[in-house]
């Protein structure tokens, strides 16, 4: 089977995918772990590829289990599946070296912001086709927010206007995603965050709850409770 979605798509999506999720306890690599019966990286395929601009999408799974994703995923959508690293950046510079010629946009999206609906991805692959050169979807901040020093103790409040939660997916004209991974040093937590060491500059466009990465049990129950209401 070729592993083209849309043949006239523009968007090749990376799928970092290999992390063991300690944060979730114990149990399977985060991706594969079950939410309503089908694992984490089965929900968010199935909604990138259901973005009509996505020509490829490339998982980086964990190294053991390849040839398992592979199997997984194939009812699924046509993907490209290759061994991910220790740290996302290298998880996500071994999807990058394995996408196809042809895509001018590369959208890099959590397998564990497992809900994120296929509109986030058209509307990151949109702003970056109208010109931005990156572009990452936010929310606002809604919490307070203090610094604390030593002893947990309150340095002060932190002035939370300018801040923005950051989503994925992050969406980079493909030119610029190449050049800040091979002008990577050490890890950072995303791909904006390289870019941003390039000078180059980061757009944000509104983010979606549904967005949310399944970091702890919480989010995995809440994760639940938002697929039973949707039906
Ligand atoms: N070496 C790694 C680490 C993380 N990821 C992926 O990057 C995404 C965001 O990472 P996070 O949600 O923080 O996942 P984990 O690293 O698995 O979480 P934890 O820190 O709790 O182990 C996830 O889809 C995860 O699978 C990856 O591909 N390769
Ligand atoms: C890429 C990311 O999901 C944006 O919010 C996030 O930075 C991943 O970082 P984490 O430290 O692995 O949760």
Do not use: W
């Not at 601009?53 to 592979?70: F, G, L, N």
């Not at 599946?81 to 959590?110: C, K």
């Not at 923005?164 to 004209?173: C, I, K």
Request: proline share 9%; with cysteine.
């Amino acid at each position: 089977m070729t592993a083209q979605l849309n043949p006239r798509g523009d968007v090749a999506v990376l799928v970092p995918a290999a992390g063991a999720g300690v944060r979730l306890g114990p149990g399977r690599p985060k991706a594969l772990r079950l939410l309503a019966g089908e694992p984490l990286l089965v929900h968010a395929v199935r909604r990138l590829a259901a973005a009509p601009s996505v020509h490829t999408i490339v998982v980086a799974a964990p190294a053991s289990e390849v040839t398992a994703v592979r199997e997984l995923l194939a009812p699924v959508a046509p993907v490209i599946v290759v061994p991910g690293g220790a740290e996302r950046q290298a998880s996500v510079a071994a999807a990058l070296a394995a996408v196809p010629d042809g895509p001018t946009i590369v959208l890099v999206h959590d397998a564990a912001r497992a809900l994120t609906p296929p509109e986030l991805v058209e509307s990151v692959a949109a702003a970056v086709r109208d010109g931005c050169a990156a572009v990452i979807p936010v929310l606002p901040v809604v919490d307070t927010i203090k610094e604390v020093g030593a002893g947990e103790v309150v340095l002060g409040t932190v002035d939370r206007s300018a801040l923005r939660a950051v989503q994925t997916p992050q969406g980079f004209r493909r030119a610029v995603l190449t050049a800040a991974h091979a002008a990577a040093g050490d890890p950072l937590t995303d791909d904006a965050g390289l870019v941003e060491k390039q000078g180059v500059p980061v757009s944000c466009v509104p983010g979606s709850e549904y967005a949310l990465k399944i970091t702890r049990p919480f989010d995995l129950a809440l994760a639940e409770h938002l697929l039973t209401a949707a039906g």
